[in-house]
């Protein structure tokens, strides 16, 4: 008897992907972008609508809206999550769609997958109170909950496959060229 996994991924269509970049490697080179306004305070409207990949431009189905903020307690209007906040959202989201791809593409049916991620941050290097403390994240604890019909050894070989292709965890644990300037 044959059972069909369903994690709602199409793999062929990513496997067929992947074939026909090998070819044509320019057609793989996305640019990614976002825009960001400021509103008050420190409150600020980021909007994503179009991208360049596949060797033209390219567009969402609708424009992405995401608020920032910082909460209360930092004297603002929690009109949004910090922006050190919209990273954890990346990487968990990342982790979580990778787990779901490898799965598929492994034969693995899931029922639910879940990832925690907590990130460690003392405030005080971006207030300025010390110059020795950084101004980021020190520590990035991702813990995942799954439930798939599959071993142990199985759901730690999708996470771990999972993360070996996530772009977000790449960016996050190796360095990147990040340049600002002012037009």
């Not at 969402?60 to 004297?75: L, N, R, T």
Request: charge should be negative; include cysteine.
């Amino acid at each position: 008897m044959t059972t069909t996994v369903d994690n709602g991924v199409n793999v062929q269509a990513l496997l067929d992907a992947r074939e026909a970049l090998k070819n044509a490697p320019e057609a793989a080179q996305f640019t990614w972008r976002a825009s960001s306004k400021w509103q008050n305070g420190v409150h600020s409207r980021t909007t994503i609508q179009g991208f360049r990949g596949l060797a033209t431009e390219q567009n969402h189905k609708k424009e992405w809206v995401f608020d920032a903020d910082h909460p209360e307690v930092f004297a603002a209007e929690d009109n949004g999550i910090t922006p050190i906040e919209y990273l954890l959202v990346g990487l968990a989201s990342c982790l979580t769609a990778g787990v779901a791809s490898v799965a598929q593409n492994r034969g693995i049916q899931l029922r639910s997958v879940e990832a925690t991620v907590e990130g460690k941050h003392d405030i005080r290097g971006i207030l300025g109170v010390d110059s020795d403390v950084r101004n980021g994240y020190s520590d990035i604890k991702v813990t995942f909950s799954i439930d798939a019909d599959a071993s142990e050894k199985e759901i730690a070989a999708l996470v771990a496959q999972s993360q070996k292709r996530s772009a977000v965890f790449d960016a996050l644990t190796n360095p990147t060229n990040v340049t600002v300037e002012v037009a």
